[in-house]
């Protein structure tokens, strides 16, 4: 057998569902047992033996009249076809991926486990857990790949600890997150298979599955925060070299249990990642520095962002990476144009090399109590942003495009929605935090 014959039979083996499977066992997932009709019982009698169950403790029951198969919406388990090619194969982006097919009508009544799409209507699947501990780490590990995170975590850096740093960590994040997102329409595998997989998350089941983009920003930030900070601030590397794999594995494995990933595309997505920051990293520090001082650096950064988007919305039929790609580029060119009014105005001025490396400053209650008003005042200033951008954009761009506007979940799934919509607001959401914000602190005196 030759090398590529071998290196095709382990690729075969660690994208076997079974072994996602077998790793929520050992972790203490198990799937209820499956009916193929919705008897007519005692709710309470069902509550009591299914618990306990992953997620919050919402149920839907089976309306009056309806048939024993129904479902709610979202719930279907049909298999998604792969394409014919190889590699170029997949499921068909924008519905469930990755369900397999000898499977009868679910169960009416399910909880929601984590997230629910509120774009596709999916929620998670029913799952007995046994052990909690590991429910709630992993589902932090998960987390600390979703937007709730980020739009806390880049705000923070910013804001409380070294612009410089933050602003380069959107960078290298924005450049990771946009290669996996489209490297992922390119080849197009599906999900693991379920069953013999649990679902816990579904929010970003409508995806494919190859390369983990959440492996991808879980190597990328760690590694990006220790090559930013090491020499610039006074700490031992130690530290450093102990957060990247804690954080890394943290995340990896949690896209394995939650039933997202599947071994292969966890190894992938952190190869994939040491790959691009081998070849890109050297190229931020200039990156950073054209976006901050070049006269027309706003024009280029809104320019090029933009039609990395177009692109993306043409490699494969709608579904959520559309909005999260759009997403992830509208806040790089948001916090980006922001640097670069905030560098002109002179609001924040990163240190003098001479005085590098940075000493922590003493941790007083002032230090901290601004940092905490910070962090509070600009949440809801951000908050509000996105807020009245959303109520702005989608229905200007359903006006402009003749696109109904009743339903908005499907109305976001055009291309003329979607892209404008996550664009210009988190455009603005990612401006605000570099721009905006910084200036209302300033003024109020807690900068």
């Known amino acids: 057998m030759s090398l590529r014959q071998r290196l095709a039979q382990l690729a075969g083996r660690l994208q076997e569902p079974q072994k996602v499977a077998r790793f929520q066992r050992l972790c203490g997932v198990e799937a209820l047992p499956r009916r193929s009709a919705a008897p007519a019982t005692d709710p309470r009698g069902d509550e009591k033996a299914e618990a306990p169950l992953a997620g919050d403790a919402r149920r839907r029951e089976q309306q009056p009249g309806a048939s024993a198969g129904s479902q709610a919406p979202g719930s279907d388990r049909n298999q998604c076809p792969a394409k014919p090619g190889g590699g170029g194969g997949g499921a068909p982006n924008g519905v469930r991926n990755g369900l397999a097919t000898e499977l009868g009508p679910a169960s009416p009544r399910r909880v929601g486990a984590l997230r629910r799409n509120s774009l596709t209507g999916e929620e998670g699947e029913l799952a007995h857990v046994s052990n909690w501990p590991l429910y709630y780490l992993f589902c932090f590990g998960t987390e600390l790949g979703n937007e709730l995170f980020y739009i806390l975590f880049f705000p923070f850096w910013i804001w409380n600890l070294d612009p410089l740093v933050g602003r380069r960590l959107v960078v290298i994040w924005v450049l990771v997150m946009y290669l996996g997102q489209c490297t992922k329409d390119i080849i197009r595998w599906p999900r693991p298979a379920s069953p013999p997989v649990v679902k816990l998350e579904v929010f970003y089941n409508s995806e494919y599955s190859m390369p983990s983009t959440h492996a991808m ?37 949690s896209r394995i249990y939650m039933g997202m990933h599947s071994i292969l595309d966890i190894i992938a997505g952190f190869l994939y990642t040491i790959l691009i920051l081998a070849i890109f990293y050297p190229f931020v520090d200039l990156i950073d520095n054209f976006n901050q001082t070049h006269k027309y650096a706003p ?77 509070l005042i600009g949440m809801v200033f951000v908050l509000i942003v996105r807020d009245i951008m959303k109520k702005i954009t989608i229905p200007l761009a359903c006006k402009i495009f003749n696109i109904p506007c009743d339903d908005v979940r499907k109305a976001r799934q055009h291309m003329e929605v979607e892209l404008p919509y996550r664009y210009i607001t988190y455009g603005m959401v990612g401006f605000s935090i570099t721009f905006l ?3 209302i602190f300033f003024f109020i005196g807690i900068s």
Not at 230 to 245: A, K, S, V
Not at 327 to 355: M, Q, R, W
Request: charged share 10%; aromatic share 8%; with cysteine.
């Open 437 to 439: 914000i910084p200036y």
């Open 299 to 375: 024009l280029i950064i809104i320019g090029l962002h933009l039609a990395l988007g177009i692109f993306s919305f043409t490699l494969d039929t709608w579904s959520t990476s559309r909005g999260d790609t759009a997403e992830i580029l509208g806040s790089g060119a948001g916090i980006a144009c922001g640097s670069h009014v905030t560098y002109n105005l002179g609001l924040i001025l990163d240190p003098s090399l001479d005085i590098l490396p940075l000493a922590r400053p003493p941790i007083t209650v002032t230090l901290c109590g601004k940092a905490i008003l910070r962090i």
């Open 217 to 253: 920003s879980g190597t990328a930030i760690p590694i990006s925060m220790v090559l930013l900070t090491y020499g610039r601030w006074q700490y031992p590397l130690i530290y450093g070299l102990i957060l990247i794999p804690c954080w890394c594995s943290l995340v990896c494995l």
